[in-house]
């Protein structure tokens, strides 16, 4: 999605007239996606190869696992640090006891090693990188901070890549009805948010699943969970509340898996993914106030 439709969604969202007050979460969008637009402007995007996607696809891995992607470690690095800044110069950031702690970070301690699964297996690389730059008094806070701002980092470099392959995978049938791959073709890490997206050859629309961490959207069933992948339609079923029509969480009663849904019917505007990520925040607190303390799904 490029700047000028994002900033479209983002005023579709600012002027509203649902009785809830967006701006507070647009202006955060809108401070994460531009730190990351800084970051990802100086990266030169790694060349995506149509015939090593096809391989994955039918060998069944992902496509960082065929591509071999190399990164340099220092420049990584220094993007880690030129993220933080961004990210407190926009106000992602703005507690000053998190920034200062923030501040603290060594990005040194990143091991060459760690930077490298960056582009072969996201998952792994937040968990290594985790341990490499937390320290004994690192507290909860500060991992869901840095987890954060690390997905932002591996986004900026897999960007095109999961752009190229979303593209493929809406433009080759033969790959898009083949691939209902539970985790991210590209990355191999859980969705982290669906949409049900208008389509005039599907009166029922057709269902997407999007990954975060490289921004890939791929094709999925309708009725099946995006976590354990059953398809029992007693076991699945949408929540939504009345303060957001827009979305909607799915919920699993089989895994307790919860993946927030958008409904592109109800969006007056293009449908951005990493703005429905953030404006689905509002429906998961929702959720969370009306079932805390009930026997119900979490
Ligand atoms: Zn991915
Ligand atoms: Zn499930």
């Not at 791959?181 to 890490?189: A, D, I, N, Q």
Request: a negative charge; aromatic letters at 8%; hydrophobic letters at 35%.
């Amino acid at each position: 999605m490029n700047k000028h439709l994002r900033q479209q969604v983002i005023n579709a969202y600012l002027s509203r007239k649902d009785g809830f007050d967006w701006s507070g979460l647009m202006r955060y969008a809108q401070a994460i996606l531009s730190s990351r637009d800084e970051i990802e402007e100086n990266i030169t995007p790694p060349e995506f190869d149509v015939g090593k996607a096809k391989q994955a696809q039918k060998e069944r891995r992902t496509y960082l696992e065929v591509a071999n992607i190399r990164i340099d470690p220092k420049e990584f690095r220094a993007n880690c640090a030129k993220m933080l800044d961004a990210y407190i110069r926009n106000g992602v950031l703005h507690d000053p006891e998190q920034v200062e702690t923030m501040k603290g970070i060594k990005w040194d301690d990143l091991t060459d090693r760690t930077i490298s699964m960056a582009v072969v297996d996201p998952d792994e690389f937040f968990s290594l990188a985790l341990l490499d730059l937390s320290k004994e008094k690192s507290d909860r806070a500060f991992k869901v901070v840095l987890a954060g701002l690390l997905i932002s980092i591996v986004r900026s470099y897999l960007n095109s890549i999961g752009q190229a392959m979303t593209e493929l995978l809406s433009h080759t049938d033969e790959v898009a009805s083949s691939n209902k791959s539970l985790t991210c073709p590209v990355c191999g890490t859980a969705a982290t948010i669906s949409a049900v997206k208008e389509n005039a050859e599907a009166r029922m629309g057709t269902k997407e699943l999007f990954c975060a961490c490289c921004g890939t959207a791929w094709p999925f069933e309708r009725v099946r969970c995006g976590f354990c992948g059953q398809t029992n339609p007693d076991k699945l079923g949408y929540l939504c509340a009345d303060e957001d029509r827009s979305h909607s969480l799915y919920v699993c009663t089989e895994c307790g898996g919860v993946l927030p849904t958008v409904f592109q019917s109800a969006l007056k505007a293009p449908l951005d993914y990493d703005v429905e990520m953030v404006a689905s925040g509002l429906v998961q607190t929702l959720y969370k106030r009306t079932t805390l303390g009930k026997d119900e799904v979490q």
